[in-house]
């Protein structure tokens, strides 16, 4: 084999900045991905997304040449490791689905033999990785199977992966192995344990950060009804008090991991997970209280509201699963005219920041955007902003 690593799916959000760390370090790294586009923009030198100090190793790994990009399934036969990185959904009926890796290993059957090692790193429910190695085992192939959960922040991938310990964990010792031999090239510290333990790991991190975010949306939603400023409260709260450090502030808890990720355990619970789902109501809940708690002093039919900030999450440039469109079709639902804006996502219909806020009457808040903090707000605005990042916050 010529290659070190393969990783598919690498073009991706997990799979790019984890390809382009293992090239920095020497290993000669195979991204393959489907999506062919996404592919030739990385060979390019640039990243099909934000993600910090990203494009600038990949320009030095680029010279390097320890990358190489590949359209073709059959590259993985290259490659002594292959790291699984394409993603895992929940289906319509929010159970994980299964038929996206499977389909996967299907495409890469013909290329794989039993001195490689799949590790998985797309985020899996609790028993699939035992359930993929049967299914490898039933196709007659001994391909080695690990699990190395991804852990890190979207957007902070580079840094993360290598200062964050890593989670490792095999269907055999010899997989197990090669993924903490992997690993450990590239972060400071490995934890080994069971595959259904780093499966339930990775979950419980955001099914965890998901409720923390639920709670403090609800305690929003209730200390805002009466009438009362939660971010200015939280701030007195907190003053001279460690034991309240750990209370988030409110905000969308959206994105492509959170609520997917709670809703496998959901799922595994065989849907009694009470808390995950009671987190998953507040927290899709709070586009809709936001327009109820607006529509107690105001006619939204014929008024001009402002959403300042689209991405799912601040100086991001990722749409998947943000609240904020859920808000905008409500918004538009009740009768209002919306003015969208964002320093990131590129979109013809959204307007500049300035002309969101000279044309509308209310400005909501989207997502926090390090640019709003300096944002000058005219004084006869009535500002929605969760968040508290503009200068002038008012709720
Ligand atoms: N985005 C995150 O912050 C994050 C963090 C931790 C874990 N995860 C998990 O990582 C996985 C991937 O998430 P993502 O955000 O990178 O998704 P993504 O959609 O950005 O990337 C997936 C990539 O896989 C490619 N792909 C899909 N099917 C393929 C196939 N059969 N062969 C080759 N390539 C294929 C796609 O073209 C895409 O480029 C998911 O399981 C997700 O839950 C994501």
New binding site residues.
């Given amino acids: 084999m010529k290659k070190d690593v393969c990783v ?2 690498g ?5 790019a900045p984890l390809a382009i760390v293992l090239a920095s370090k020497g290993l000669e790294t195979i991204i ?4 062919a586009n ?1 592919t030739k923009v990385l060979a390019s030198g640039k990243l099909p997304f934000l993600e910090e100090g990203g494009e600038v190793l990949l320009g030095e790994v680029l010279k390097k040449g320890t990358l190489h990009f590949s359209s073709d399934p059959a590259s993985v036969q290259d490659a002594k490791v292959i790291i699984l ?4 959904p929940i289906d319509e009926f929010h159970n994980p689905s299964f038929s ?1 890796l499977t ?2 290993i299907d ?1 890469l059957l013909p290329y794989l033999s039993d001195d490689q090692t799949i590790v998985l ?3 899996v429910a609790p028993g699939v990785t035992t359930f993929l190695d049967g299914y490898l085992k039933e196709k007659g192939k001994k391909t080695g199977l690990a699990f190395c959960p ?1 852990r890190v922040v ?1 957007g902070k991938a580079i840094e993360e992966i290598q200062t964050l310990p890593q989670l490792v964990s095999g269907t055999s010792r010899e997989a197990v192995k090669v993924a903490t031999d992997l690993f450990g090239r590239i972060a400071p510290e490995v934890v080994e344990m069971t595959t259904h333990e780093a499966e339930f790991a990775k979950l419980i991190c955001n099914a965890f950060r998901y409720i923390q975010f639920a709670a403090t949306n609800q305690l929003y939603m209730m200390v805002e009804s009466a009438g009362i400023n939660y971010s200015g409260l939280l701030a007195k709260m907190k003053k001279g008090y460690p034991r309240m450090g750990g209370i988030p502030g409110p905000g969308f808890a959206a994105g ?2 959170l609520m ?1 990720d709670t809703m496998q355990l959901f799922a595994f619970e065989k849907h009694n997970f009470v808390l995950g789902q009671i987190a998953m109501m507040i927290n899709e809940g709070l586009p809709n209280f936001i327009v109820e708690n607006l529509a107690k002093s105001m006619n939204f039919r014929g008024a001009t509201v402002g959403i300042l900030g689209m991405a799912f999450k601040g100086d991001s440039d990722d749409i998947r699963d943000a609240l904020s469109y859920k808000l905008l079709k409500i918004l538009r639902f009740s009768g209002a005219k919306v003015l969208c804006s964002d320093e990131f996502v590129k979109d013809e219909s959204f307007v500049s920041k300035e002309r969101l806020l000279a044309e509308s009457e209310v400005v909501v808040v989207g997502v926090p955007h390090t640019a709003y903090k300096t944002l000058a707000i005219p004084q006869n605005k009535k500002v929605v902003d969760m968040w508290n990042i503009l200068p002038r916050a008012e709720s």
Wanted: charged share 15%.
């Fill in positions: 598919v799916g073009a991706g959000h997990v799979g393959y991905d489907i999506n996404a990185t394409i993603g895992t996206l389909g996967c495409q790193r797309s985020t991804e979207q492509p991991c997917k």
